[in-house]
């Protein structure tokens, strides 16, 4: 009678990203189990698997049984309910020691909630997030794991094998404590929501400012892409500049309803920003731009009242490219410049521990907002472990300050013309209040104090004080 099969890893859900995981994986010499209700999908893992060294169960006892102690499996299913349900139907099948690890998009609170819970059956569990989509978990993704650090180093030879390389670094590292993973996860897609919708504004710009057909268009983001503003998604953004259903005569972009959509992980970015109290306008406005563009009746409705963008920018054209890709340089910065103060914060208040520096080493290939800048974001943190927030490294900088102008100018431009460009206006206004050592806010104070008795504060005198603002009769 031989001896049933071992495998070193688990993966349960084998949708686009747990199969694509796990091949890669396979590629690099580890023996893989996956787990699908849909027979199917272990099928087609089985006959992808490069090295024949992946197996796929719809059975999920026999998949269980088929792993080597301690087991490590990995989910890659919707967040939320789901999430539990797989744990509850693993809990009789696992012993203590194992572990259980959640790849997805996961709220960062459930997470703490499902690691007291199995810890207190001894399971360990931890939340790790993964970047990078289809090609990215195939090819060499992103990862920000957090929580139990025993538990990830127990998996931790499999995934820097997997990940993306940087000079030859993997785009991997143990985050921090609790729902690190989870957290730097969900602030990385606020960050991609802010700079998808600087790419769709500045599209918007081109097109209707500038009166670029898409030809133009696509030249400018291919230039773009060559230089300082070299980045994934400048580069996805070109290639859907250049692509055309077969035998179609114009861009498949041109069919696309302008209605977009959303999984949710930019409007807890906004959410839990907001309870940090760490602004990030330019997260904000991206994801009440995506809210906005699904009344698409009522937008034409208005347009027919108030009519829409008539006239084209009186500019010289060089000049105003030019000043664009200035803009939005200093608007991609700003992006970044707003997530990572919210994760200080975050580390602070949550005590996670994040190494910043590390995480924008990791976040450098692989994930969707890599980037050339984030080099420089490494490069602030690891010279000043302890800098508060990114715009005071004198490096990003003077950065900045060779960029601002550009936004001035096409955020004036746009605004008298009519075209809709929240996040370049929000960020730019962000730096300006950043930037002001006495902001306008004692007058909402003395307001506050005014109709509501809550006190203000004077300058160079302690303790709190209240005004009876008008006399009283």
């Known amino acids: 009678m031989s001896t049933p099969e071992k495998f070193d890893f688990g993966m349960i859900g084998l949708g686009v990203m747990g199969r694509n995981l796990l091949l890669n994986m396979g590629d690099h010499g580890v023996k893989g189990a996956g787990f699908d209700k849909d027979a199917s999908k272990g099928d087609l893992l089985e006959k992808e698997s490069t090295n024949g060294n992946l197996k796929g169960f719809s059975d999920v006892k026999e998949f269980v049984a088929s792993l080597n ?25 696992v012993e203590k020691g194992d572990l259980i ?42 990862m920000m794991p957090g929580g139990d650090k025993e538990a990830y180093n127990v998996v931790k030879p499999i995934f820097e094998s997997i990940a993306a390389k940087v000079d030859g670094e993997p785009c991997v590292t143990y985050c ?24 769709a504004e500045t599209y918007e710009i081109l097109k209707k400012g500038l009166g670029l057909d898409n030809t133009e268009i696509e030249k400018i983001f291919t230039k773009w892409n060559e230089g300082r503003l070299k980045s994934f998604l400048v580069e996805v953004t070109r290639d859907v500049f250049r692509y055309k259903e077969p035998g179609a ?23 839990v920003a907001m309870d940090l109290q760490a602004p990030i306008p330019t997260v904000d406005s991206s994801v009440a731009m995506r809210d906005l563009s699904k009344y698409k009746e009522l937008r034409v409705e208005a347009e027919g009242i ?38 200080t914060n975050a580390s602070a208040e949550f005590k996670y521990g994040l190494n910043l ?18 080099q420089n974001i490494y490069e602030a943190f690891t010279a000043n472990p302890g800098l508060e927030h990114l715009l005071l490294d004198k490096g990003v900088a003077n950065e900045v300050k060779g960029a601002v102008g550009g936004a001035r100018t096409v955020v004036s431009a746009v605004t008298a013309a009519g075209i809709a460009a929240p996040c370049y206006a929000t960020s730019l206004s962000y730096f300006d209040a950043f930037r002001s050592g006495r902001m306008p806010s004692n007058l909402i104070q003395a307001q506050r104090d005014y109709f509501g008795a809550h006190t203000y504060e004077l300058i160079g005198k302690e303790g709190k004080f209240h005004t009876q603002w008008v006399p009283k009769n």
Not at 101 to 128: A, E, P, Q, V, W
Not at 315 to 338: G, P, R, T
Not at 359 to 374: E, H, M, Q
Request: charged content about 20%; proline content about 2%; overall charge negative.
């Open 69 to 93: 102690k301690p087991r490590a499996i990995m989910m890659l299913v919707p967040a939320g309910k789901i999430v539990d349900d797989v744990i509850e139907e693993l809990l009789p099948l």
């Open 306 to 343: 108030y009519g829409g963008v008539e006239a084209q920018l009186s500019v010289n054209k060089d000049e105003f490219l030019a000043a664009l890709e200035n803009a939005f340089y200093f608007n991609m910065i700003i992006s970044y410049a707003q997530g990572i103060h919210m994760l």
């Open 357 to 374: 520096a590390e995480i924008a080493k990791i976040w450098r290939g692989g994930c969707i907002i890599r980037s050339l800048f984030l």
């Open 101 to 142: 690890i959640d790849g997805g998009n996961t709220y960062y609170t459930d997470t703490n909630r499902r690691f007291d819970y199995l810890n207190s059956k001894g399971i360990h569990f931890f939340g790790m997030g993964v970047s990078g989509g289809e090609e990215g978990a195939r090819r060499g993704p992103s």
């Open 176 to 199: 921090g404590t609790g729902s690190a993973g989870n957290f730097v996860k969900m602030v990385h897609n606020g960050i991609e929501y802010g700079v998808m919708q600087l790419l």
């Open 249 to 271: 005569d114009h861009l498949l972009l041109d069919d696309i309803k302008d209605e977009a959509r959303a999984k949710g992980t930019g409007k807890w970015t906004s959410q």
